[in-house]
């Protein structure tokens, strides 16, 4: 089974907290990580904006990847979020099976 990472960015801490929560409570992810401060840089709308904003980076098998962004697009309140994914080529094993192990349903 293929691991992946899933980052994203949120307006605040509670919108990712409670994002996060209920991604692992319905077994999505197996684990996330809040980064609670960033500071990110981009244009909007013709302006050059600088935001505080935190990250998280979400850890879960490749079956569920559609699904997580599916539900963080329905849940999010930024109009245009940042949600990726990225496939993990090296992991070690255990951490593989504790992923699968906890993503299934």
């Known amino acids: 089974m293929k691991i992946y990472f899933i980052y ?3 307006k605040n801490l509670k919108e990712a907290k409670i994002i996060s929560s209920k991604l692992v409570k319905n077994k999505l992810a197996a684990c996330t990580n809040i980064i609670p401060k960033i500071y990110s ?3 909007w709308k013709n302006k050059t904006v600088v935001d505080k904003e935190c ?3 979400i850890k879960t098998t490749k079956s569920n990847v559609k699904k997580i962004i599916k539900f963080i697009l329905s849940k999010h309140s930024y109009d245009c979020p940042a949600v990726t994914a990225f496939p993990i080529k090296f ?3 255990d951490f593989e099976k504790w992923v699968t192990k906890q993503t299934k349903s």
């Open 8 to 10: 994203s960015t949120f």
């Open 91 to 93: 992991t070690h094993k």
């Open 41 to 43: 840089t981009y244009v």
């Open 55 to 57: 990250s998280m980076i």
